[in-house]
C-alpha cells in the first residue's frame, strides 16, 4: 500500500506570496492532519480534515488554510508569506481520527523556504 | 495543560549502550502515546505506543516505561546501533485533543 505522498517535496517563494501544498493520504485513510515543523517550535498541529469538514485547528494566524476533497486528499495554502513560515510542513493521515484510537502516518513533508 | 516536555535535547552513545529519552506531560485527558523516529529528510515514522493502563511496552529493541502518577513515559533503546541515529520525538493526544502534541524532540547519535 502506497504510503502518504506530498507535493511538491521543495519550494521557494518570497516574502508576500501565497502557497498551496497538496497530501494525498493513504488509501482507505479518511482522516488528515497537517503539522509545522521547526527547529525552535519542533512539531506543531496545524488542522485536521475528516470527510471535508475540519475538525480541529492549531494556534495559527488566519493565513494558514485548508481543505479535503472527496477523495480525502488535502490541500493546505498559506497566503501573504512571511519570513517566519519558512519550515516543513508534515501531512499525516488515519483510517478514522482521533489519534487515541487510530495511529497517524507521516509523509515526507514539503520544504517551504521565504525568501 | 497541553505541553509534552521531553529530554535530552541531543544524546550520544556509544554502540550497544541504552539511550534512555524522558517525557512528561500535563493534560491528564491523554491516553495515548506514541513515540515517532525521524530521520534527515523523511517525515516521522511511527516506531511504539502505549496507553497508560499499561507501565511497560516492549517492541524489539525498543522499551516504553509509564509512570501514570507522575505523569511521565520514556523510551529505552537496548543495543542501541549507529543505524538507530536519528531524531526520537513523544506525543500525546486524547480526549477532546484530536491532534498529537509533541515534545521537542531528540537528536539521539549512536557512535560506532
Known amino acids: 500500500k502506497a504510503g502518504v505522498t506530498q507535493t511538491p517535496r521543495y519550494l521557494i517563494k518570497t516574502r508576500g506570496q501565497q502557497v498551496t501544498l497538496s497530501c494525498s493520504p493513504i488509501s482507505g485513510h479518511r482522516s488528515v492532519s497537517w503539522y509545522q515543523q521547526t527547529p525552535g517550535q519542533g512539531l506543531q498541529f496545524l488542522f485536521e480534515?475528516?470527510?471535508?469538514?475540519?475538525?480541529n485547528k492549531g494556534n495559527f494566524p488566519g493565513r494558514f488554510s485548508g481543505r479535503q476533497f472527496s477523495n480525502s486528499r488535502s490541500e493546505m495554502n498559506v497566503s501573504t508569506l512571511e519570513l517566519g513560515d519558512s519550515a516543513l510542513y508534515l501531512c499525516a493521515s488515519s483510517l478514522v481520527s482521533r489519534g487515541s484510537t487510530d495511529t497517524q502516518y507521516f509523509g515526507p513533508g514539503t520544504r517551504l523556504t521565504v525568501l | 495543560q497541553q505541553q509534552v516536555k521531553q529530554s535530552p535535547q541531543s544524546l550520544i552513545v556509544q554502540k550497544g549502550g541504552i539511550p534512555i529519552i524522558n517525557c512528561a506531560y500535563e493534560n491528564t485527558a491523554f491516553d495515548y502515546f506514541p513515540w515517532y523516529q525521524q530521520f534527515p529528510g523523511k517525515g516521522p515514522a511511527l516506531l511504539i505506543a502505549i496507553r497508560p493502563d499499561v507501565s511497560e511496552k516492549k517492541e524489539g529493541r525498543f522499551t516504553i516505561s509509564f509512570n501514570k502518577s507522575a505523569k511521565q513515559f520514556s523510551l529505552h533503546i537496548m543495543d542501541s546501533q549507529p543505524g538507530d541515529s536519528a531524531t526520537y520525538f513523544c506525543?500525546?493526544?486524547?480526549?477532546?485533543?484530536?491532534?498529537?502534541?509533541f515534545g521537542k524532540g531528540t537528536k539521539l547519535s549512536v557512535k560506532p
Open positions: 480534515y475528516f470527510s471535508e469538514t475540519q475538525r
Open positions: 506525543a500525546g493526544t486524547g480526549g477532546s485533543q484530536g491532534n498529537l502534541i
